[in-house]
Protein backbone atom coordinates (compact mmCIF):
# COMPACT_ATOMS: atom_id res chain seq x y z
CA UNK A 1 0.00 0.00 0.00
CA UNK A 2 0.90 3.34 -0.69
CA UNK A 3 0.63 6.32 1.83
CA UNK A 4 0.87 9.54 -0.78
CA UNK A 5 1.14 12.54 1.45
CA UNK A 6 0.67 16.41 -0.20
CA UNK A 7 1.93 19.33 2.05
CA UNK A 8 0.99 22.54 3.08
CA UNK A 9 1.49 25.75 1.14
CA UNK A 10 4.39 26.98 2.66
CA UNK A 11 6.00 23.60 3.74
CA UNK A 12 8.44 21.19 1.76
CA UNK A 13 8.27 17.49 0.77
CA UNK A 14 11.12 16.17 3.61
CA UNK A 15 8.81 18.09 7.03
CA UNK A 16 8.71 16.29 10.12
CA UNK A 17 5.26 15.43 9.53
CA UNK A 18 5.67 12.79 6.57
CA UNK A 19 9.36 12.21 8.34
CA UNK A 20 7.76 10.98 11.07
CA UNK A 21 4.60 9.39 9.22
CA UNK A 22 6.99 7.32 7.34
CA UNK A 23 9.02 6.03 9.81
CA UNK A 24 6.08 4.40 11.18
CA UNK A 25 4.86 3.62 7.73
CA UNK A 26 7.85 1.59 7.39
CA UNK A 27 7.43 -0.36 10.27
CA UNK A 28 4.30 -1.61 8.84
CA UNK A 29 5.89 -2.13 5.34
CA UNK A 30 3.81 1.29 3.82
CA UNK A 31 5.58 2.70 1.10
CA UNK A 32 5.14 6.29 1.26
CA UNK A 33 5.59 9.12 -1.31
CA UNK A 34 5.39 12.73 -0.33
CA UNK A 35 4.76 14.76 -3.66
CA UNK A 36 6.40 18.17 -4.11
CA UNK A 37 4.70 20.96 -4.65
CA UNK A 38 6.91 23.94 -3.98
CA UNK A 39 7.02 25.28 -7.26
CA UNK A 40 2.99 26.33 -7.32
CA UNK A 41 1.14 27.86 -4.70
CA UNK A 42 -2.00 27.36 -6.91
CA UNK A 43 -3.73 24.81 -5.29
CA UNK A 44 -5.85 23.84 -8.39
CA UNK A 45 -2.25 23.79 -10.28
CA UNK A 46 -1.44 21.09 -6.77
CA UNK A 47 -4.88 18.92 -7.70
CA UNK A 48 -3.82 18.62 -11.28
CA UNK A 49 -0.30 17.58 -10.40
CA UNK A 50 -1.33 15.35 -7.68
CA UNK A 51 -4.66 13.67 -10.05
CA UNK A 52 -1.71 12.78 -12.95
CA UNK A 53 0.15 10.53 -9.87
CA UNK A 54 -2.96 8.96 -9.20
CA UNK A 55 -3.33 7.76 -12.80
CA UNK A 56 -0.17 5.87 -12.37
CA UNK A 57 -0.75 4.41 -9.23
CA UNK A 58 -1.16 0.40 -9.23
CA UNK A 59 -1.29 0.00 -5.43
CA UNK A 60 -4.13 0.60 -2.89
CA UNK A 61 -3.72 3.94 -1.65
CA UNK A 62 -4.36 6.46 1.33
CA UNK A 63 -3.77 10.03 1.12
CA UNK A 64 -2.59 12.30 3.49
CA UNK A 65 -2.81 16.21 3.14
CA UNK A 66 -1.72 18.95 5.90
CA UNK A 67 -3.22 22.52 5.56
CA UNK A 68 -3.15 23.16 1.74
CA UNK A 69 -2.44 20.06 1.06
CA UNK A 70 -5.47 18.66 2.62
CA UNK A 71 -7.41 20.48 0.79
CA UNK A 72 -5.84 18.91 -2.31
CA UNK A 73 -5.85 15.11 -1.03
CA UNK A 74 -9.74 16.12 -0.62
CA UNK A 75 -10.31 17.60 -4.17
CA UNK A 76 -8.08 14.55 -5.69
CA UNK A 77 -10.32 12.04 -3.71
CA UNK A 78 -13.31 13.09 -6.02
CA UNK A 79 -11.69 11.59 -9.02
CA UNK A 80 -9.60 8.67 -7.77
CA UNK A 81 -10.23 5.73 -5.30
CA UNK A 82 -8.14 6.09 -2.35
CA UNK A 83 -8.83 3.59 0.44
CA UNK A 84 -8.96 6.47 2.84
CA UNK A 85 -7.92 9.90 3.34
CA UNK A 86 -6.35 11.55 6.29
CA UNK A 87 -5.99 15.66 6.99
CA UNK A 88 -4.08 17.46 8.98
CA UNK A 89 -5.56 21.07 9.94
CA UNK A 90 -7.14 20.99 6.12
CA UNK A 91 -7.31 24.38 4.60
CA UNK A 92 -10.57 24.01 3.39
CA UNK A 93 -12.31 27.38 4.31
Do not use: W
Not at 79 to 87: D, E, H, K, R, S
Request: one cysteine or more; aromatic letters at 8%.
Amino acid sequence: MHIIFSHGKESCPKGKKIQRMSAVAKRFSFNTLSVDYRPSINPDERVIKLAHILEKEVEPFVLVGSSMGGYVSLVASEYTQPLGIFLIAPALG
